[in-house]
């Protein structure tokens, strides 16, 4: 009966803009967020959020992967939100995010610096419970990557100086100083913009989504702008002006790999700072997300377009959502990842193309609690426009 309700209202809230805000949902929300929060060791550690991935070739199996990135977002979104928040709610995020804080210490480097991996370092694994796979755990293991770094730094709201290190360490992980890329689009493969990755095993890897990240958290932390960073605007600059996003965005965000998770980046990062020279595009981002609004999208999908448009302050076009839809299933999609494992990711630009085409060696990601947080922040992004 609950569920029911909780639809009903949905479907009120996204049909009828007029009605007052009804905080239920969102109470509702951070609930089943707080009741999917891992509360003993275990598969994932205490803390945790579950995730799972799914082979793309073979969508019966799904494994759990133990990584630290939807935890983080999880946290960072909610935070991102928490003073527009009641105080009762205010006090679930506070618990969901100290109850997440200790579980980051798995996946921090073994060294001592305050960057993170995306599979845990206690003990050196790669895509956890793949059986014969796991075999080359120690040899195959990633390098710390800046996209959890950046994601869990800010959902551990960490010290200024911490960042400010982090940050004078990520200049050296750039396109031309440990090895030059060659897998991306030829007007940005020239430019000094950061790496994915923390280290020499990888080849360099540009990702739109990352660099909006990282650039988030330099903005976050308001730290100096480097040669790096404003490499990393005009690898967006670019993109943006070539329209790559659109036609080929697993090509220019091979580990997101979708136009409207391009979008959904791009907007919260100049939702927290305006950048002159992404600030130009603006008008049409607004317009490719409107155009793609109106066509059949997933539920999330068209959550996330939704609030990308109110994160540039723009009012949405409504969300489609059937009656007879049951409201688990809506919000907690399997088939909705936000994330993806790519391993022809590292491949040269044709072999990359070409294996991103065929789907060989792609993982898709699943988390139900992400799932759920993309929709209230969406709730809240709504009423924070409309007051």
């Known amino acids: 009966m609950k569920l029911k309700c909780l639809l009903l209202f949905l479907l009120f809230f996204y049909m009828n803009k007029s009605i007052a805000f009804d905080t239920t949902i969102v109470t509702q929300l951070l609930h089943r967020i707080e009741q999917l929060q891992v509360k003993e060791d275990g598969i994932f550690p205490k803390g945790h959020f ?8 073979n969508q019966d199996r799904q494994k759990a992967d133990i990584n630290p990135f939807f935890t983080g977002l999880i946290v960072f979104t909610l935070n991102r939100v928490k003073d527009k928040l009641t105080p009762y709610q205010q006090k679930l995020v506070e618990q969901i995010a100290s109850n997440a804080a200790p579980s980051f210490a798995k996946f921090k480097n073994r060294k001592g610096r305050d960057t993170y991996n995306f599979w845990p370092t206690d003990t050196a694994q790669i895509f956890p419970n793949s059986g014969w796979m796991n075999l080359f755990n120690k040899q195959q293991s990633l390098p710390d990557d800046m996209d959890d770094t950046a994601i869990i730094l800010l959902a551990l709201n960490a010290d200024k100086q911490t960042a400010s290190n982090v940050h004078f360490l990520m200049q050296e992980y750039i396109n031309g100083a440990k090895g030059k890329i060659n897998n991306t689009i030829a007007s940005i493969s020239h430019l000094p913009a950061y790496s994915v ?17 990282v650039l988030y958290f330099v903005q976050a932390y308001k730290l100096p702008f480097t040669k790096a960073d404003s490499s990393s605007i005009q690898v967006i600059v670019n993109i943006l002006e070539e329209n790559k996003h659109i036609t080929e965005p697993s090509v220019i965000s091979p580990h997101y ?15 927290l700072n ?15 997300t409107q ?15 939704s609030s990308a448009l109110l994160n540039w302050g723009i009012k949405p076009n409504e969300i489609n959502i059937q009656s007879n839809q049951n409201l688990k299933g809506l919000i907690e999609d399997e088939s909705f990842s936000f994330f993806i494992a790519n391993m022809a990711s590292i491949l040269p630009s044709q072999l990359k193309k070409t294996f ?3 789907s060989l060696g792609k993982f898709n990601y699943y988390c139900p609690a992400f799932n759920n947080v993309l929709l209230l922040e969406n709730i809240i992004l709504h009423q924070k426009l409309v007051n």
């Open 197 to 213: 990755w923390f280290g020499k095993k990888m080849p360099v890897d540009f990702d739109i989504s990352v660099l909006s990240n």
């Open 291 to 305: 155009e793609l609004q109106q066509k059949t999208q997933s539920f999330l999908s068209q959550v996330l377009l």
């Open 50 to 57: 579950s995730s799972y991935r799914t082979y793309a070739l």
């Open 257 to 271: 790999g979708s136009t409207e998770i391009i979008l959904y980046h791009l907007s919260r990062l100049m939702a």
């Open 356 to 358: 991103t085409a065929s």
């Open 274 to 288: 305006p950048i002159p020279a992404i600030e130009n595009f603006r008008p049409i981002l607004v317009q490719q």
